[in-house]
């Protein structure tokens, strides 16, 4: 009997594991296990926490079946794969994104509903994880989701970070910032294997020896931590295909001295725990301008090292030909943040697999891949040299060989220009000696792609030209994109509900398949549900708002959104300019309260906790806010809602239910904007600037249904170059001057003229975004937008028309050309 068992046994461990049923019944009995046997409660006396836990669990156990056998098809089939290694994923809620992969909605739902739970309250449990500032986290949370959609074989590498964007209150209309412990229960979607830690190093010196007669260079690290891998199942849309997301989370490689704390000096005892477990302790607040911080380097690298070890290590097979590491994988670098993985491969491959640095170097080149995300000259990160040498120092010396051999390069074929080889350095000298990562990463990387267009012809001619002329063929472009899955099926169920009963549900996977609402834009009939769905998403979104803030939407207002993070290029003062040239041409009696389009302006938006500028926007907003909607002469036709702590979750109820989307930095600012798409996909207006992603955008949709305004990209240019005074702006228009006036005379600081002096002051002496120069379009054409509000039938049909000709964004595109233009990779195994 016992040999029969063991036999049993044998066969039951190399069985593949096997998805519970996918019937109401099989999930009741799943999630009730869960709940006793992992969360260790009855049904009677569970948490809504717990049941959430459980919830999710059970949403797991659908889907391990598959994820373990995608893990195996891996190992075996060793085909090329992507590793995206990035510094921030702004993830958003899992539960309802992974309901709808694997397809379990209305099963889980109905579920729940016969244990006497409503689904909608599990969902409000889940803290959604911010480890990304904005529109680069998403894009990576978006990028990983077609993937896994499209079937591509890939492992995102980040980091996991214990706190990650701080969570926004206001007092007194200012930004408070709060730690964001979304840990603070555990989450339920993470695998933990502190089995598998890498060592990582840092510090130390390093030093030359004799290796058989060939002089060579090491590191001698100085102290060192553990990277943690955490797993995360990234689930395709119901193709049964699920792709892991592997953030590193830092522990001290000795948890603490025991002989010291048994000595008494508790604090000295953990010191070094703390100094090492910091590393992923909190994400960097910046968005779009890096502070050149040793503990960011330290993160970066971090991350990078445990990543290509990892992969070295972990998934090549052990007896792996490492000159053929590019027919295996290609490192994706979103942004300069991982950029330290290119010296770290070369110290990997010379100095650990005694690899001849040519070789080396020939395999580098062709595993890196490098995006960049930004035109700011200042948000292309540098490092000092005593920084990185301190922290890193083999890394400096490979770092200057690499300059040294791409020098000489330049040398040879520009001849001795120093000028130009000052310019294309990878060094700086300017004003201390640093590293460049974005030069370092064009040099190592087989491909440079920018993410919109115009993004990326700028980059080319303007950013990067010396390398542009030197590398052709190396810079290409890939336009940003969205998951549908996330941003219309889930955010706007009624608009999915609408579009599939029109075209079959195919669109949720081939968005270019939204062509064919075309023409029903032009059915009226169509038009008056499109409007109905539009009703119901502001219906939905006051519900949130009042729950949340305390807020009312007012009936009948058209919803006039700008939410994306507080920066003075994306230039959220021009919009409350716009609000405060409304109240102003009220209250001084030029206009009729009567008279105004109906409309409630709404703001989303976190400041880095350091940018003054921002917080100080942030605050007149808020004052604008107050005053404004409190005053009855506006007979309540113009509000301003702001509510705190934009977010994913937000982001989701919010889109669905504007009507105008406000796309408006100075053109050549925004790299492509990723918003901008989710708002046209969503059915709204957008009014924009020539600027990043809007500019294929309007291209799309047409003039017609697109409201644009400001200076092109090369008007800006001609301004800059015949000199820019904005207080001459400030001189030639007259509502221009009132608005700055009423802001500058402390009406929105309870008569405090020294309040929002900085902005005012800032506007008019200095204005790097051009906020005046572009002023009088932006108010011409949101006259334009009332005008076409009020024909709202013809309103929809433009915003029914948006929908049908942005099927281009979808992240699935964008994953798609990354894998004809940069990648190589085959779509499936
Ligand atoms: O500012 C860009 C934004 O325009 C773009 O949509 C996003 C994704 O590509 O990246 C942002 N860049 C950064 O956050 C930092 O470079």
Redesign the pocket.
């Known amino acids: 009997a016992s040999e029969s068992a063991t036999r049993a046994t044998h066969a039951l461990a190399l069985a593949p594991v096997t998805a519970p049923a996918s019937t109401v019944d099989g999930f009741v009995r799943e999630f009730l296990q869960n709940l006793n046997f992992n969360r260790g409660v009855a049904l009677s006396t569970s948490s809504a926490t717990d049941r959430y836990f459980a919830l999710a669990y059970t949403v797991r156990d659908y889907l391990m079946a598959r994820w373990l056998e995608d893990l195996r098809r891996q190992r075996e089939v060793q085909a090329k794969g992507v590793a995206y290694l990035s510094a921030e994923y702004l993830l958003g809620r899992q539960l309802d994104n992974n309901l709808l992969a694997s397809g379990l909605t209305d099963i889980a739902s109905e579920a729940l509903a016969s244990c006497g739970i409503d689904l909608d309250d599990l969902r409000q449990q889940e803290v959604e994880p911010g480890l990304g ?4 986290g998403r ?1 990576a949370a978006c990028f990983i989701d077609s993937l896994a959609t499209l079937g591509v074989p890939n492992t995102g590498y980040g980091i996991r970070y214990e706190y990650g964007i701080f969570r926004q209150t206001f007092e007194d209309g200012q930004q408070v910032e709060q730690p964001d412990s979304w840990l603070a229960y555990g989450s339920p979607w993470e695998f933990p294997h502190p089995e598998a830690a890498q060592t990582i190093s840092f510090g130390g010196h390093t030093e030359t020896y004799d290796d058989g007669g060939v002089q060579r260079s090491r590191w001698v690290p100085g102290w060192n931590v553990q990277a943690v891998p955490y797993n995360y199942m990234v689930p395709g849309y119901q193709n049964g295909r699920v792709n892991t997301l592997r953030l590193w989370s830092a522990k001290a490689t000795n948890s603490f001295d025991l002989r010291v704390f048994n000595s008494g000096d508790y604090e000295e005892a953990v010191r070094a725990q703390t100094f090492a477990e910091n590393i992923s302790k909190v994400l960097y607040p910046e ?2 301008t890096p502070q050149g911080k040793e503990l960011r380097l330290q993160q970066q690298y971090f991350f990078v090292a445990a990543s290509i070890k990892d992969f070295l290590d972990v998934t090549l097979p052990k007896d792996f030909d490492l000159t053929k590491l590019p027919d295996r994988i290609i490192f994706q670098l979103n ?1 300069t943040h991982p950029v330290i993985a290119v010296p770290e491969l070369m110290r990997v491959l010379v100095d650990e697999k005694k690899m001849e640095w040519e070789d080396a170097w020939a395999i580098t080149q062709k595993c890196f891949a490098y995006t960049c ?2 035109l700011l000259p200042e ?1 292309l990160e540098v490092w000092s040299v005593d920084l990185l040498g301190h922290l890193l120092p083999r890394h400096l010396e490979i770092i200057y060989r690499i300059n040294d051999d791409f020098l000489d390069a330049v040398r040879e074929r520009f001849g001795d220009d120093e000028m130009r080889i000052r310019d294309m350095s990878i060094i700086g000298e300017h004003p201390v000696r640093s590293v460049r990562m974005a030069y370092l990463a064009t040099v190592a990387g087989a491909k440079v792609n920018g ?1 919109a267009e115009l993004h990326s012809q700028l980059l080319r001619e303007k950013v990067l030209p010396d390398f542009d002329e030197f590398f052709p063929g190396k810079f290409t472009n890939v336009t ?1 994109g969205v998951t549908p899955r996330r941003f219309v099926r889930l955010a706007n169920p009624e608009l999915s509900a609408l579009i599939t009963d029109a075209l079959g549900s195919g669109w949720v996977t081939d968005l270019e398949r939204l062509r064919e609402l075309e023409t029903h834009a032009e059915d009226p009939e169509f038009r008056a549900r499109f409007a109905e769905v539009k009703a119901a998403n502001k219906r939905r979104l006051s519900a949130v708002l009042r729950e949340r803030d305390g807020f009312e939407v007012s009936d009948g207002h058209m919803l006039d959104v700008m939410v994306k993070r507080l920066h003075e290029y994306k230039r959220q003062m021009l919009k409350i300019l716009h609000v405060v040239t409304q109240y102003e041409s009220v209250i001084s009696g030029r206009v009729v309260a009567a008279d105004l389009q109906p409309r409630t302006a709404i703001f989303g938006a976190k400041a880095a906790p350091g940018y003054a500028m921002a917080k100080n926007i942030i605050h007149l907003i808020n004052a604008v806010g107050s005053v404004v909607n409190a005053d009855t002469r506006l007979e309540g036709r113009l509000k301003v809602l702001f509510p705190p702590n934009y977010n994913v979750t937000l982001a989701e109820r919010v889109i669905p239910a504007a009507d105008l989307s406000e796309q408006i930095s100075l053109a050549g600012k ?5 918003g901008n798409m989710k708002f046209a996909l969503n059915g709204a207006l957008t009014i924009g600037t020539d600027d ?1 992603a809007n500019v294929e955008i309007r291209e799309l949709v047409g003039d017609e249904n697109f409201f644009l305004f400001g200076m092109s990209e090369p008007e800006v240019e001609a301004l800059w170059a015949r000199g820019y005074k904005p207080a001459e702006f400030y001189q030639a228009d007259d509502n221009l001057r009132r608005a700055l006036d009423l802001i500058a005379s402390g009406a929105f600081s309870r008569g405090d003229r020294s309040t929002f002096e900085p902005i005012v002051s800032n506007l008019l002496y200095d204005d790097r975004f051009m906020v005046l120069a572009d002023y009088s379009s932006y108010i011409a054409e949101q006259v334009k937008v009332d005008a076409a509000y009020a024909d709202q039938d013809a309103w929809n049909r433009s915003a029914i028309l948006n929908v049908a000709r942005t099927g281009f964004f979808s992240s699935d595109r964008s994953m798609r050309d990354y894998i004809d233009r940069i990648w190589h990779t085959p779509p499936s195994f």
């Open positions: 500032n904005g529109g680069l894009l968005d779009s942004d995300h930004t948000a993410v940003n925004e790299a492509s904007g990723t990043g």
